[in-house]
């Protein structure tokens, strides 16, 4: 059975702070790892990775994979109160009547008080 | 501008009753998605759709059915067979069966259903 794990669960930091969230799976045919956030209703796409090592980018978030320990990581540095949201990790298996089906975490609840 | 549209934002339902959840896309998107959201539990997949005319279960399709007559709409009917329906249900969809490209799935803004 396909599996993702993310940690922790929930977060609560202060404006400014650098936070990591992680994120673990165990599928078969491994495909790609994308990072939501979530605020109130449908998540926005942060990043897509496929290849090891190569960090992706945007503002102050950043996102690496390891395929060979199969997990990622997504750093938020000098957050800011509109950062708060649920941080979800998914991934993309490939082949078959699978192809295109995401698999998701439980989600990261990160809090970042004023 | 092109998306998705999920209707009704809000769904209260009594107990013992079927209630359908529409989702329809213009991005001509061939892969449609459903899934259900809990407090704690994040995105759990109960159909998918990849062509018109065929669906496949997710995870959790039981107490649930779906119907893919046309490429933009994938309406979700939550049964009464359903034990617990109350969650958040979100509708997506994917280009090429593949998710590729760095925008990956595109959602729409979900349906939260109450059972009263």
């Known amino acids: 059975e396909d599996k993702v794990v993310q940690s922790p669960l929930s977060l609560v930091v202060h404006e400014g702070d650098t936070v990591t969230l992680n994120c673990s799976y165990e599928?078969?045919?491994?495909?790609?790892l994308l990072w939501y956030k979530q605020e109130k209703k449908a998540p926005t796409f942060l990043f897509m990775l496929?290849?090891?090592?190569i960090e992706k980018k945007s503002g102050r978030l950043s996102s690496i994979l390891d395929k060979k320990e199969l997990f990622s990581i997504l750093n938020i540095t000098a957050t800011q109160t509109g950062d708060s949201a649920v941080y979800l990790c998914?991934?993309?298996?490939?082949?078959?009547?699978?192809?295109?089906?995401?698999?998701f975490g439980q989600g990261t609840i990160l809090t970042v008080h004023p | 501008d092109g998306g998705i549209t999920q209707s009704p934002k809000y769904l209260f339902r009594k107990e013992g009753q079927n209630v359908t959840l529409s989702c329809e896309q213009n991005?001509?998107?061939?892969?449609m998605y459903w899934y259900r959201q809990d407090p704690g539990q994040g995105l759990r997949l109960i159909y998918y759709?990849?062509?018109?005319?065929?669906?496949q279960k997710g995870d959790i399709a039981e107490g649930y059915s779906v119907s893919r007559e046309k490429k933009e709409s994938f309406p979700l009917t939550v049964t009464s067979a359903q034990k617990n329906p109350t969650a958040f249900y979100l509708c997506?969809?994917?280009?090429?069966?593949?998710?590729?490209?760095?925008?990956?799935?595109?959602f729409g803004s979900g349906t939260r259903l109450t059972v009263v």
């Open positions: 998914a991934v993309g298996i490939a082949g078959g009547t699978s192809y295109g089906k995401l698999t």
């Open positions: 997506a969809s994917s280009s090429d069966r593949r998710i590729d490209s760095n925008y990956g799935y595109t």
């Open positions: 759709s990849q062509i018109v005319n065929d669906f």
């Open positions: 496929t290849s090891s090592g």
């Open positions: 991005l001509n998107h061939d892969a």
């Open positions: 599928v078969t045919n491994f495909r790609s």
